[in-house]
């Protein structure tokens, strides 16, 4: 494997992964899909304490998936590129069919042995 490609992989995973490693950080990515909050609203949108939010927010801009701006005493937030919801739809869409495998797999061996 190319080295500058095995870089870009390793540099993507960290990046990426990292940030998508927690089921509150990818809520909150939907959740500012469609609307910019301050932390304090998004907090209650995802139903969140304000802190453990804040932390969140922090991996997140860091992974540079989110996006922030300064508004007086406040910061808003909004998400950092709509692809990272469009990729989340096709986790998504993917372990669905993955689930259905199994399920119909489950179906299956449970019709054979109990006809």
């Given at each position: 494997?190319?080295?500058t490609l095995r870089?870009?992989?390793t540099q993507l995973h960290a990046q990426v992964c990292s940030g998508l490693a927690d089921s509150n950080?990818?809520?909150?990515l939907y959740t500012l899909d469609n609307?910019?909050?301050?932390?304090?609203?998004?907090?209650e949108a995802v139903g969140l304490p304000q802190p453990t939010t804040s932390r969140h927010l922090k991996?997140?801009?860091?992974?540079g998936m989110v996006s922030s701006q300064r508004d007086g005493q406040?910061?808003?937030y909004t998400l950092g590129d709509k692809r990272i919801t469009q990729a989340l739809e096709l986790l998504r869409s993917f372990l669905g069919d993955k689930?259905?495998?199994q399920a119909n797999?489950?179906?299956?061996?449970?019709?054979?042995?109990n006809p």
């Open positions: 494997m190319d080295n870089e870009e992989i950080r990818i809520l909150i609307k910019t909050y301050n932390v304090s609203e998004l907090a991996i997140l801009r860091d992974s406040s910061v808003n689930l259905r495998a797999l489950v179906s299956s061996v449970d019709e054979r042995l």
